[in-house]
């Protein structure tokens, strides 16, 4: 990415049972976002990054609401809508591959995520995440 962003360790797979086990929700995220990033090009500054993380966050955490009944479920499906009407193709595409690849890849893992970019420049960037239990709502 041309940036010194920090990459934490996430959750493993662990053999061919595709059981998760605990790790820094933070890598996650980054491998989750990362054909978003790869995709978007290297990031012309820090605000660039943020926006692709809060894209990424939205795409992870969509499908978890629509399963639990979350209220805010549909507030957070019109963010997507609406991201989707001034996004590029290719990159409204890719957004719907995330969603896609959650429910399907990653539809084991059964919370949402909160996640941020912190530093002030892309040479000090640093993802930070946390997961949050998934409840009905």
């Known amino acids: 990415m041309g940036s010194k962003l920090k990459r934490l360790k996430g959750l493993r797979k662990l053999g061919d049972d595709g059981r998760w086990v605990p790790g820094k929700i933070s890598e996650l995220i980054y491998d989750f976002a990362r054909p978003l990033l790869d995709a978007m090009g290297p990031p012309r500054n820090i605000d660039d990054l943020r926006n692709a993380f809060k894209l990424a966050t939205l795409c992870w955490n969509l499908p978890v ?71 009905s709502g």
């Not at 957070?76 to 429910?103: G, N």
């Not at 970019?117 to 000090?124: A, F, I, K, T, Y």
């Open 65 to 135: 609401f629509e399963r639990t009944g979350n209220p805010q479920h549909q507030e957070l499906q019109r963010q997507f809508d609406a991201s989707l009407k001034i996004m590029p193709e290719p990159i409204a595409s890719l957004l719907h591959q995330l969603v896609t690849d959650r429910k399907s890849k990653f539809g084991q893992i059964p919370f949402w995520v909160i996640a941020e970019v912190r530093g002030s420049s892309l040479d000090d960037a640093t993802v930070y995440a946390e997961a949050r239990r998934a409840t």
